[in-house]
T-cell receptor, first 112, second 113 residues
Framework: DADVTQTPRNRITKTGKRIMLECSQTKGHDRMYWYRQDPGLGLRLIYYSFDVKDINKGEISDGYSVSRQAQAKFSLSLESAIPNQTALYFC???????????FGEGSRLTVL | GNSVTQMEGPVTLSEEAFLTINCTYTATGYPSLFWYVQYPGEGLQLLLKATKADDKGSNKGFEATYRKETTSFHLEKGSVQVSDSAVYFCALSDLTNAGKSTFGDGTTLTVKP
């Protein structure tokens, strides 16, 4: 089984709908991240959490919210999806020691 | 702030050709440097890393050397294979930025038989 699991892997939705992307990890890491990948733009940080009671905005947090339900779980929500939120979303974790990130396989979201 | 600049792609090579993907960085502290690879339909995974100046990271025939004087971490492979076709991301992690990572835009490599 993957160390970092994302659900759903693919989702098509309509403008205005609420969407939740879920992430769970078995690495035992305190630090978790949500990134967005768009072609030619690399990875951009949406939100991050360094422990269960810590939530921080990244560089592109507008239109998104997160919930850290447990050390192992970190969810990303789009309260009212819009077409320019169509992208590939990645959850990642790290230990805080080495800087190495461990990624999930991604959630491809299409907003029509 | 921190930044990573990667050679623009896409890059197309024939099998057994030599690969270089350039990466330069700007950081306020003393970062660790990484190359991640993303195969089609998958998430990113670590390819190699270096944590201090003059360190060489290597894996699967790929190499990169941490050059502090030129703030570079270029990725090289002597003989690419079709299976190396992927997107490659250069990244840094810096303790002055709470250890968060900064990524380059990615370089798409296609290797043709």
């Amino acid at each position: 089984d993957a160390d970092v699991t994302q659900t759903p892997r693919n989702r098509i939705t309509k403008t205005g709908k609420r969407i939740m992307l879920e992430c769970s990890q078995t690495k035992g890491h305190d630090r978790m991240y949500w990134y967005r990948q768009d072609p030619g733009l690399g990875l951009r940080l949406i939100y991050y959490s360094f422990d269960v009671k810590d939530i921080n905005k990244g560089e592109i947090s507008d239109g998104y919210s997160v919930s850290r339900q447990a050390q192992a779980k970190f969810s990303l929500s789009l309260e009212s999806a819009i077409p320019n939120q169509t992208a590939l979303y990645f959850c990642a974790t790290d230990s805080g020691d080495t800087g190495e990130l461990f990624f999930g396989e991604g959630s491809r979201l299409t907003v029509l | 702030g921190n930044s990573v600049t990667q050679m623009e792609g896409p890059v197309t090579l024939s099998e057994e050709a030599f690969l270089t993907i350039n990466c330069t960085y700007t950081a306020t502290g003393y970062p660790s440097l990484f190359w991640y690879v993303q195969y089609p339909g998958e998430g990113l995974q670590l390819l190699l890393k270096a944590t201090k100046a003059d360190d060489k990271g290597s894996n699967k025939g790929f190499e990169a050397t941490y050059r502090k004087e030129t703030t570079s971490f270029h990725l090289e492979k002597g003989s690419v294979q079709v299976s190396d076709s992927a997107v490659y991301f250069c990244a840094l992690s810096d303790l002055t930025n709470a250890g968060k990572s900064t990524f380059g835009d990615g370089t798409t490599l296609t290797v043709k038989p």
